[in-house]
């Protein structure tokens, strides 16, 4: 843990919570294979997020090693659900955040049904 990333208290700030979703989720996809610019953007889809929540279990402070999880949650037809465990190194978990990702046309930005390619890759990862 950065000291930039925590408070006058040392303990990290709530909202850097997300970031390090955002961190665990680019990780995820690459370990699946799945390139941004070569994967979604080159075929002319994109993502946002059209929901994100946190819930705080413990602090993280300064100088403490953390682990990022993440899994696939539920799939639908334009969107899907990731969900992430954030914890200590030494297995304390400090926060439980979920994200959907909806699906949108690179071009228009509006939603769009998500390709099968990737629907069948998100749903084996989910097992």
Known sequence: MRFGETDLQGVVYYA??????????????RALDIDYRRDLLARGVDFTIGEASVRYRAPLHFDEEYDIRVRVGEIKGSSWTFEYSIDRADGTQCADVSTTQVMIDAGTKRPMR?????????????G
């Open 16 to 29: 850097n919570y997300l970031l390090f979703a955002e961190i665990g989720r680019v990780a995820y996809l």
């Open 114 to 126: 998500m390709p099968e390619e990737l629907r069948a890759t998100l749903t084996a990862a989910k």
